[in-house]
Structure formats: C-alpha cells, structure tokens
C-alpha cells in the first residue's frame, strides 16, 4: 500500500470532515423514501436500520416513522437524507440495510427494497405502489436511486438480523477519470 | 513527381477495391474465424418422426454455434427430407449423414455379386438424388460405422480377425461402388470412409492393424480416393486400463495419423470424441473433456465434434411383470463427475439428460479452435417456478426490431420411453415443482443485444403451450460470457440466484426481477424487457410521481 492509499484511508476513517458525492446521478434528489417490499412485515416486529456514512460515525440508526401499513406486502420508511444515509465510501453506491426481527415472530419475508425521490404517500399512492411492485416492478426500479430485488424472498428471523446493500449504480465510461476525482474530493 | 502521383492515384483506386475484395472474403460468421470444423451427431431419427422440441433446441444451439449437424441414422429418402427440413428451418445449411449398406451380405457379396448390391446402390443414388435437390450449401456423406464392425453382414461364426481380413480384401472395392453412385448423382458431395479406430492409428501405435493408408491407396486406384477419413475414439473404453495420459496419447496419435494420411490424397481428417457415458457406464470428468479436446486438436484434425447419446442412461431394466424396477446402480449424471460403473440402460440424448455437458464440452471446443470470442458472447440465466419439460418456448430480439429470435425451448429432458416422466427423476432435469435456473450460453452480442456504457437491454418473450400447468418466471438476466474455465452449471446458477441477488444484479449486463412472480399462463406469450441499472435524473424522479397517481 502506498503513502497516499493509506493517507486516504486515514482521512476516511477518522477525519469526519468530508462530504460524499455524487457520481453520476443527480444531487438535487436530497431526500428519499425507503419501500420494502415482503410479506406480513410489520413496524412492530421488525426493526429497520439504515447505516449513517462515516461522517456521522458510521452508526446503525434506527428509522421510525412508517407509511403505507395498510398496504398489503410492502411498508415505506419517509423522508430519509441522502447526505446522511447514501455510501460507505466515497463512492456514494449503496445504503447499508439492517432489519432485526424481534419477539417470536418469523413469518415475515423481505422481497425487494427500493429507495425512491421523497413524496407524500396518500392511501391511494400507497394502493398504486403495491400495485407497481407486483406487476411492474421495473417501472419502480427505473424510479429509485437505489435497488435491491431478490427473485427468491429472504426469510426474516430472529435469530440474526437480515444485513445486506441496497445499490446505487454509478456506472461509467472512465473508471480511472471517475477514481482522480474522488481523490481529489478526498484531499482538497 | 509524375510516379508519385500515379503512386497515390492508384493506391485511391485501387484501395477502396482491395477494401471490397478484403470484405467480401470475410468468413460469414465468427464460426468461421478458424478452419476446424465443429460437427454434432445428433440422434435425429429418434425425435424427427415427431419433430421434437428437444431436437429444436439442439438445432438452434447448432445454428448459433456454427456447427454441423451429423445424422447417423438416415436409411430412406425419406429420412433424409425430414432431417434437411429440420435443419433448415433451423437455418442450417451445411449437414452430414451417415449411411451403409443393407443388412444381410458379406463384403465379399457387395463387392463381387451385383445383384446382391443392387438395393443399396439404388437406394444410396436415391439419397444423393434427395440431398442434390435440397441444395446445401455443403453436404457430407460418411460411408460406414467403425468398419469393420458397422458395415457388411460377416458369417456369423467370423472372429474379428475373419472380419478385418474381409474387409481389407473387398472392402476398397464395395466403397468405390457406394463413392461412384453417390457422385454420379451429387458430384459436389463429400463422401467419406469410417474406419474402426486401430485401422486409422499409426503402425507405431497399432501395429498390423493399422491399414488406412492401404485403404487409401487401393480406393485411389479404383479411382474413388475418399474425400475425408473419419475416426472415432471413446476415451471411457481405454481410460481405466491405460491412464489419462497414454488415452490421450492415443487419441493424438489416431488424429495425427489419419491427418498425415489424408494429407497424401488431398483429403481432410475428422475425429470424433467422447463426453457421453459409454455402455460400460463410464462418463469423462470435466478435466478429460479439456484434456480429450487437447489430444485431440494436437494431432492436426480438419474437424472435430461429439457423439450424442448417454448409454447406462437409466438406472432401471424392466422386471418380470414388465414394469421398471431399480438396479441398483449409482448412475450420476452430475455433468462433471464421473459416473460409477454401472449397468447399461437404453440410450438417450446427452442433451436431453446432461444438458451442461452438452453445452460445456461444445463450448469447450468453440474457444479451444478459436471459434468464439468471449468478448462477443454473452449467458441468458432465466429462474422460474415449475421449469417442466419443454413447457416454455423461449425468444429474444433487440429493442425496437420486429423479428425475435427462437433460443429453445425450457428444459427439455425427455425423448424415449427411458426418460418417460417419473422414470427417474432423480436423474433429469426434471425441474418439476421447484424453483431452478435455465441458461442459455454463449449468446452472440451482436446479433441480440442493444449495448451502451451502462450495460445492455434485450427483449424476452416466453410461450407457453396449452398444457403448461401454470409456471412462474422470477427472474432472467444477461450476463458476460463465462469462459467454460469458470462454467456454471444449472444447479450452480440457480444456488448464485437465491443466495446472491445483489451480486447477479450487480454483475449483469441488463436483468429483470420479478420480487412477485409472474405466471407464465397456458397458451399466452409474456414478453419483457431486461435492462441495466441507470442512475436516477430529476426528469424520472418526477415521474414517478405520475405512476403513483394513476
């Protein structure tokens, strides 16, 4: 490992004092709505946590807040930042996602996970989005900043939490023009 | 200063015309970058009288791979028009058969006795007849089986020695007699000689035995010098008592001898090779089938390919009240590992019931000959519910073109009353009742796939006969090419699937997934777009917004 790597590293780890950025989508987008689709997920029994990026301590925090309960299938945690929740590492490419189940239950199953723009999520938009999931997914993973789909659901249990990255993709041309400006974020 | 001019203005005349005659010489297809030809026996007769699905499916892996279909069991006219018909509508062009003489007479008979030779004659100029006006672009005739052994009627009380001498005596002349019939009906056709293997390896390897060159040289003077040889070696029948490497030794040598031969009378050299399980129920591992294409390809061949059948294909012999009962036997048909020595059952077809190793050992020889670039191919990984035989018709085209594409049919597993349903089903494809992966590999690019920086987009479209029972598709991904040295069989797919979403979304050129899956409903066509991740914009962030409120 060079000098500079692991200069990165350190500053990464420790300094706090650094912004993620965006790569290649848009920066306006400031806040989002996180949908999780599954069976019989309930706010009572299953505990959601998104992961803060570095500069917030790379903690675990717990998301409150639910719409769309009623909903069959599928709850939404709303109005998230993305400054405070989007990438591990510079690249800004994922949320961390952790569920906890709690108490005995274990029915519940985890189907797909969707971060979308923020929006008011009416009963009705709460009926048209089970809708969407069910028989046109692609329009929903075409409408969110980042995805996670599983053809096979994953059974929720208590006995260890449900870890896994909901991505972001950030693809491009030039990986090596994209890496010097990350960098140059990193140091300036 | 005038050469000069006339320098360029030559070169700028003379430039475009050389690009033209550059272009037009270009092999038609990446199939042709390399001049081994690649042939595929496929067992046609078995399936043609009820034009299969499975034998579709295997005709359009041919038709994508460039490779030409060989037909053993072609007797009448007849035969020959349904598998010319099938091959063209497969889009295949380029065939080969594989016929003898009747049943019934000795070489000796067939060689001196015309009326004894009279019905095959006719009927061998009634094939060139049928073959000449299909009009193939290439056609070649094979003239014996192993002969020996799969060529005239012997006395029953002849030891092979009787045979060999038979043949060596009569035999150049009863296949003069086959070459000229055939010839003076189809001139353009190639007509062959298939020696039993020892008769084609050198004097080195095989002793006395060896004799294609005799062969050769008796046919020249009657003035029908074959325009190939052809040889087969089944590595199974030598590999336990002789080792891997002395079995390759010997393939090599067969290959490099029948090659030096053919090379005498202009003629080319194609081998034959083994990846199905033989009748002593021997399978080749992976690592043989690398190895035999090795051996193979060492000793210089025009052409090489597989046989099609698995022998010990079931683990059951009928009982004495007629009805199927276990032997007992381990028979795998892992596609990889090698089977246990078992019992010999009826044979069915290596793709029908070792699909990866069809595919693998195929593909296996397609990068071996440089007859395929990675960088140009691509796998299409579909995961359903209910993957039963040959339920789901499989298309695919670019978006925005009019004309889809047929892949195949969805697991196709049986053809013979062996792979019966509920035969064995521990022991097919059977895909019944349970979630699976079916893949389509080495997909050309060029030809399906609408491509950009972000990765590709493809139209599915899924058919499913009336007498489907209701299937569930979950999913389908394009994804790169995998080299066969990193070959993911079904099982395997099917396990990166379920216990890793997020790396086959990550890694794919363009996917689908369908969190809720969709039926495939009997009789309906479902069709649906696979396409990469793209970073969100401003524009679809407010759109969505017009989907929640419909």
Redesign the interface.
């Known amino acids: 490992m060079n000098r500079l790597s692991l200069a990165a590293i350190v500053l990464m780890g420790v300094s706090g004092v650094l912004a993620p950025v965006a790569?290649?989508?848009?920066t306006?987008?400031d806040q989002f709505d996180l949908i999780l689709?599954g069976d019989q997920l309930s706010p009572s029994t299953h505990q959601v946590e998104l992961k803060t990026n570095p500069t917030q301590g790379g903690s675990w925090t717990s998301l409150g807040e639910m719409r769309c309960g009623g909903a069959e299938?599928l709850v939404v945690v709303p109005d998230l930042s993305r400054s405070r929740y989007y990438g591990q590492d510079r690249r800004e490419n994922h949320l961390s996602l952790r569920i906890t189940t709690t108490g005995n239950a274990s029915q519940g199953r985890l189907?797909?996970v969707y971060a979308?723009?923020h929006?008011e999520w009416t009963n009705?938009?709460c009926t048209?989005?089970t809708r969407?999931?069910?028989s046109d997914?692609?329009?929903v993973?075409?409408?969110?900043?980042a995805?996670?789909?599983?053809?096979?659901?994953a059974r929720l249990t208590s006995n260890e939490p449900f870890i896994?990255?909901v991505?972001?993709?950030?693809?491009?041309?030039r990986p090596g023009v994209m890496e010097v400006e990350w960098l140059n974020i990193l140091f300036q | 200063m005038l050469h000069h001019l006339r320098f360029w203005a030559s070169l700028l005349v003379g430039l475009p015309l050389l690009l033209v005659l550059v272009s037009c010489t270009r092999p038609a297809s990446d199939a042709s970058t390399n001049e081994t030809e690649v042939f595929m026996w496929t067992g046609a007769s078995n399936f043609l009288p009820e034009d299969s699905l499975l034998f579709q499916t295997q005709l359009a892996f041919a038709e994508r791979q460039g490779i030409v279909p060989y037909e053993s069991g072609i007797h009448s006219p007849d035969d020959l028009r349904r598998f010319l018909a099938a091959t063209r509508r497969a889009g295949i062009e380029q065939t080969w058969i594989e016929i003898g003489p009747d049943n019934g007479m000795t070489t000796r008979e067939f060689a001196t006795d015309s009326s004894a030779r009279q019905s095959t004659l006719e009927r061998f100029r009634a094939l060139a007849r049928t073959y000449e006006r299909h009009g193939p672009e290439a056609a070649h005739i094979t003239i014996f089986d192993e002969a020996p052994l799969g060529a005239f009627t012997p006395p029953d009380t002849a030891g092979y020695s009787e045979r060999v001498d038979a043949f060596r005596e009569y035999g150049p002349e009863g296949f003069a007699l086959m070459y000229d019939a055939l010839k003076a009906e189809m001139p353009s056709v190639d007509v062959g000689i298939f020696l039993h293997h020892p008769h084609n390896a050198s004097e080195a390897m095989a002793g006395t035995h060896s004799f294609i060159d005799d062969f050769m040289e008796d046919a020249q003077a009657l003035g029908a010098t074959p325009d190939f040889i052809y040889s087969d070696v089944y590595r199974g029948y030598f590999n336990r008592g002789y080792g891997v490497e002395a079995t390759n030794d010997y393939v090599t040598d067969v290959v490099r001898h029948t090659k030096t031969v053919a090379e005498k009378y202009d003629a080319e050299a194609h081998q034959l090779g083994q990846v199905h399980t033989i009748k002593l129920g021997y399978t080749p591992s992976q690592r043989q089938i690398d190895t035999n294409v090795r051996a193979m390809l060492r000793g210089n061949p025009d052409g090489i390919g597989w046989y099609w059948p698995n022998y010990a294909s079931t683990n059951y012999t009928e009982g004495p009240d007629g009805t199927p009962r276990p032997e007992g036997y381990d028979v795998s048909f892992d596609p990889f590992v090698p089977n246990n020595w078992g019992k010999t059952g009826p044979a069915g077809s290596l793709f029908a019931t070792s699909r990866d190793r069809f595919v693998y050992s195929y593909l296996r020889i397609q990068e071996a000959t440089d007859r395929l670039d990675p960088r140009e191919r691509f796998d299409l990984w579909l995961y359903g519910y209910d993957f039963g035989h040959a339920e789901h018709r499989v298309h695919v085209r670019r978006p925005g073109e009019d004309d889809w594409t047929f892949l195949g049919v969805v697991n196709p597993q049986r053809d013979r009353d062996a792979y019966v349903e509920g035969a064995r089903p521990e022991h097919t494809y059977s895909y019944e009742d349970e979630w699976h992966a079916v893949v389509f590999h080495g997909l050309d690019r060029t030809d399906h796939l609408e491509s950009d920086s972000l990765g590709s987009r493809l139209e599915l479209k899924i058919t499913s006969h009336e007498g489907s029972d209701t299937s569930r598709l979950g999913a389908a991904y394009v994804l790169p090419y995998r080299a066969t040295r990193h070959y993911v069989t079904e099982v395997k797919a099917t396990s990166l699937i379920e216990d890793q979403p997020r790396w086959m979304s990550v890694n794919a050129l363009g996917y689908f997934v369908r969190p809720y899956p969709d039926t495939l409903r009997p009789g309906t066509s479902s069709t649906y777009e696979l396409s990469p991740n793209a970073p969100i914009d401003s524009a679809r962030a407010s759109s969505f917004r017009d989907h929640l409120s419909q």
């Not at chain 1, 790569?23 to 848009?26: I, L, R």
């Not at chain 1, 993973?141 to 900043?145: A, D, E, F, G, K």
């Not at chain 1, 991505?167 to 041309?173: L, Q, S």
Request: hydrophobic share 25%; charged share 30%.
């Open positions: 790569a290649q989508s848009d306006s987008i689709v299938g189907r797909a979308v723009p929006d009705s938009a048209q989005l969407l999931v069910r997914p692609q329009t993973r075409r409408h969110s900043l995805t996670y789909e599983r053809p096979r659901p896994d990255h991505e972001a993709p950030i693809r491009h041309r």
